[in-house]
């Protein structure tokens, strides 16, 4: 089946310590988000990439980067995690930019910060 | 700015009652609306969604929404929950070209056997 996949699915990282979640998909979308939830809140959009075209929210931490190598693979890097960036990251895929478009989820990674 | 409320953040009943869970935006212009479930879990999945056309949508599991333009809002239904629908549900906004979707809060929702 074509899908989102996320890992690790928990990453317990010490508090400063560089992480690096990871994301692929199978279904060869244009567009990857990277979201961010924590606890009892809605999912925020931290950023997306609409193939090579990187598109940061005005609000997100510069602690936050994002790569994307190629089609399939997405990664959330966090320079320098705080306790405050204990969420559950979600990435997603799209197949266009448009509104219109349908968005595809994985089903989280729950980073610890300790 | 856009936003999204969700009035109930926990909702409890019991198998065979029915559901309504409100959803209620703030833009002025052409909105797509979606609501999306989450099972205890896995991951965030569609439910329906709403573009244009007649505003009574139906999705998938027996779920419906209405879209009522003059409210701003988007109301999830179903005529009768079963346990398995026990979840949480998010509504969700997307108003802008670049497709940036806003979410509510979220609505648990609990069904007792």
């Known amino acids: 089946d074509a899908m989102v996949i996320q890992n690790p699915r928990y990453q317990v990282t010490q508090f400063g310590k560089p992480v690096t979640l990871s994301c692929s998909q199978t279904?060869?979308?244009?567009?990857m988000y990277w979201y961010q939830q924590k606890s009892s809140q809605a999912p925020k959009l931290l950023f997306h990439?609409?193939?090579?075209?990187?598109?940061n929210e005005a609000d997100t931490p510069d602690n936050f980067q994002s790569r994307r190598p190629n089609t399939s693979f997405c990664f959330l890097d966090i320079r320098s995690p705080g306790l405050g960036d204990a969420a559950m990251y979600l990435c997603?895929?799209?197949?266009?930019?448009?509104?219109?478009?349908?968005?595809?989820f994985g089903p989280g990674t729950r980073l610890t910060v300790l | 700015a856009q936003s999204v409320s969700q009035h109930n953040h926990h909702v409890i009943l019991s198998e065979a009652a029915s559901l309504e869970l409100g959803c209620n935006y703030s833009?002025?212009?052409?909105?797509?609306l979606f609501w999306y479930v989450q099972y205890p879990g896995q991951h965030l999945q569609l439910l329906l969604k709403y573009f244009s056309g007649d505003p009574l949508v139906k999705g998938i599991k027996g779920f419906e929404a209405e879209f009522i333009k003059s409210k701003f809002s988007f109301n999830l239904r179903k005529p009768s929950v079963q346990w398995s629908d026990t979840a949480e549900y998010f509504c969700a906004v997307n108003a802008e070209q670049g497709g940036k979707l806003i979410f509510g809060q979220g609505t648990e929702l609990s069904v007792k056997p």
């Open positions: 997603a895929t799209s197949r266009g930019q448009g509104s219109y478009n349908e968005q595809f």
């Open positions: 833009y002025g212009g052409t909105v797509n």
């Open positions: 279904l060869n979308h244009n567009v």
């Open positions: 990439y609409y193939d090579k075209d990187f598109n």
